[in-house]
């Protein structure tokens, strides 16, 4: 399974980092995991987040123990997939629909304004505009939290 793991990270292609950087990643997300107390979704949400931030690691190169049980590790494998996979999609093609060079690689909250934000100064896009194509794809597009 790690294999295959590894090729979806190779899709998504987002940036490698030290050792230091993932442990610190991997730590945070954990925490956030811990502290989810309200609904079964969230939870179910957050450790979606433990098992993405361990399996970047893991394709970044660095080797950590995994920081779950193997079965909460595959439940949160069950969720991250999915809603990795649409937050990438969803800012492709908001990223073309800016400017139709632009080759976004980005998974983090759209609905949260202030990333959207930070991921248009990044990618050197027009922010205005980029918002307003997040804004419209918010519309109809599935996320999962």
């Known amino acids: ?3 295959l793991l590894h090729l979806w990270h190779s899709l ?3 940036p490698k980092y030290d050792r230091a950087w993932h442990e610190q990643d991997i730590a945070d997300e954990l925490k956030e995991y811990n502290d989810a107390h309200d609904t079964f979704l969230h939870r179910w949400s957050e450790l979606s987040d433990v098992a993405y931030t361990y399996t970047r690691a893991r394709w970044s190169g660095h080797d950590f123990p995994r920081p779950l049980p193997l079965h909460l590790f595959l439940i949160g494998v069950l969720y991250m997939i999915p809603k990795i996979s649409l ?3 969803f800012y492709r ?3 073309k629909r800016t400017n ?6 980005e ?3 759209p609905k949260k304004i202030e990333k959207v934000r930070v991921i248009s ?3 050197h896009l027009d922010t205005i505009r980029f918002e307003q194509e997040c804004r419209k794809l918010l519309r109809w ?3 999962l939290d």
């Open 107 to 109: 998974v983090r909250n």
């Open 87 to 89: 937050r990438w999609w």
């Open 93 to 95: 093609i908001a990223g």
């Open 141 to 143: 597009w599935p996320l």
């Open 12 to 14: 998504l292609n987002m």
């Open 121 to 123: 100064e990044n990618y």
């Open 1 to 3: 399974m790690i294999g």
């Open 100 to 105: 139709p060079h632009a080759r976004l690689h």
